[in-house]
């Protein structure tokens, strides 16, 4: 079975561009959550979206948008890039929106880099 | 603000040896808490979970320890072995609200000295 799948892997943008990162959860599971990691931190959270609709947001400015599709894979949009959205985007699938052992299985993540 | 924190950034120990990574978390509503693995260029790994309500819990040779009088958390792994060299993340996720965002900490790097 395919795990959750990420594109691109690796992506190069200049200050003030936008971009749109794609992700495609495990078959069967609904939810979506997508996280940044700038070299070496913990992954932070950005958004979380199920059955379509966006559940939750972290500490993440406007340029940050997301949206699902009718078959659960999601977009992740940043616009007016800056120097500091350099990180690593990783996208999280599980089966459900909430609740405890709602596991969280992540993809390989793509890394953004802003010159 | 509330974070969930890590005590050391590198932990070194001999092949074969048992390691033990500790995370502090300061939120009381936390209720959930997991343990991931992340490898150089890849995505974290789930490795163990553990409930509010329990304060133990065993995998194959992981064990993840909840004390919730102090707020810490730990991970033991059995038997080190080469492949466990990685970065070890504890995360905790809040009870209430609409959303699963984990809280992550900054991480532990492990290494496996032959």
């Known amino acids: 079975d395919a795990g959750v799948t990420q594109s691109p892997t690796h992506l190069i943008k200049t200050r003030g561009q936008h971009v749109t990162l794609r992700c495609s959860p495990i078959?069967?599971?609904?939810?979506v959550s997508w996280y940044q990691q700038v070299l070496g931190q913990g992954p932070q959270f950005i958004f979380q979206?199920?059955?379509?609709?966006?559940?939750g947001r972290g500490n993440f400015p406007d340029r940050f948008s997301a949206r699902q599709f009718p078959n659960y894979s999601s977009e992740l949009n940043v616009n007016a890039l800056l120097l500091g959205d350099s990180a690593l985007y990783l996208c999280a699938s599980s089966p459900f929106g909430r609740g405890s052992y709602n596991e969280q299985f992540f993809g390989p993540g793509t890394r953004l880099t802003v010159l | 603000g509330e974070s969930v924190g890590l005590h050391l950034p590198t932990l070194s120990v001999q092949e074969g040896d048992n390691s033990i990574i500790n995370c502090a978390y300061s939120?009381?509503?936390?209720?959930?808490f997991i343990w991931y693995k992340q490898e150089s260029g890849k995505g974290p790994q789930f490795i163990i979970d553990?409930?509010?309500?329990?304060d133990k819990r065993q995998g194959q040779r992981v064990t993840v320890l909840l004390n919730k009088t102090v707020k810490h958390l730990s991970l033991q792994i059995a038997a080190t072995q080469p492949g466990d060299s990685a970065v070890y993340f504890c995360a905790e996720k809040r009870s209430g609200g609409g959303a699963d965002g984990l809280t992550f900490g900054k991480g532990t790097h492990l290494i496996i000295q032959p």
């Open positions: 979206y199920y059955e379509k609709e966006e559940r």
């Open positions: 078959s069967g599971h609904k939810s």
């Open positions: 553990i409930r509010s309500n329990m």
């Open positions: 939120n009381s509503a936390s209720d959930y």
